[in-house]
T-cell receptor, first 113, second 113 residues
Framework: KQEVTQIPAALSVPEGENLVLNCSFT??????LQWFRQDPGKGLTSLLL?????REQTSGRLNASLDKSSGRSTLYIAASQPGDSATYLC????????????FGTGTKLQVIP | DADVTQTPRNRITKTGKRIMLECSQT?????MYWYRQDPGLGLRLIYY???????NKGEISDGYSVSRQAQAKFSLSLESAIPNQTALYFC????????????FGEGSRLTVL
């Protein structure tokens, strides 16, 4: 059974700092890994998706990497801004026909002005 | 307008009442999902549907039922609501083929008194 862990559960950084959020998963046979952002009381917004054959994806100040052999993915946020404050979740999709998705519990990020 | 729309966004009800949460999408996706989110537990899958005639139970389907009225519509029902069904409920969609990227609605916050 896939397990997805995100540590730390909460992180507070000063504005302008570069930061890395971590996601680990137990079963390396994944179809994809997706990073989401969730604002309080809101839905999940897809940030980046890395397919199993890829090593990284970039969008603006965000870069996500995937290392299946070690069961790890990281989300790098460059030059953090107060507007980046949110909870970030990762989700691993398995390679079966249903592509079952297992979510981590998220890292709550606060960027202090 | 949002690609995945959930109604109602907030609902307070009493124990024993029947509740229906509705989801509609304009993304043209075949796959639709219902998740619930509880603090500290992450998102858990309730039901999923790959097309109008294909509905499957997820990991926590007890106490819930669903209906796929059309490709674009997927509703979740609580036949007799109980307090531990108080949660944030999300509808999500994905394409039948491709990357498997999930797209979420804004969520429906349900409180059962």
């Amino acid at each position: 059974k896939q397990e997805v862990t995100q540590i730390p559960a909460a992180l507070s950084v000063p504005e302008g700092e570069n930061l890395v959020l971590n996601c680990s998963f137990t079963d390396s046979a994944i179809y994809n890994l997706q990073w989401f952002r969730q604002d309080p009381g809101k839905g999940l917004t897809s940030l980046l998706l890395i397919q199993s054959s890829q090593r990284e994806q970039t969008s603006g100040r965000l870069n996500a990497s995937l290392d299946k052999s070690s069961g790890r993915s990281t989300l790098y946020i460059a030059a953090s801004q107060p507007g980046d404050s949110a909870t970030y979740l990762c989700a691993a999709s398995d390679s079966g026909g249903y592509q079952k998705v297992t979510f981590g519990t998220g890292t709550k990020l606060q960027v202090i002005p | 307008d949002a690609d995945v729309t959930q109604t109602p966004r907030n609902r307070i009800t009493k124990t024993g009442k029947r509740i229906m949460l509705e989801c509609s999408q304009t993304k043209g996706h075949d796959r639709m999902y219902w998740y619930r989110q509880d603090p500290g537990l992450g998102l858990r899958l309730i039901y999923y549907s790959f097309d109008v005639k294909d509905i499957n139970k997820g990991e926590i389907s007890d106490g819930y039922s669903v209906s796929r009225q059309a490709q674009a519509k997927f509703s979740l029902s609580l036949e007799s609501a109980i307090p531990n069904q108080t949660a944030l409920y999300f509808c999500a969609t994905s394409a039948l083929t491709g990357t498997g990227e999930l797209f979420f609605g804004e969520g429906s916050r349900l409180t059962v008194l």
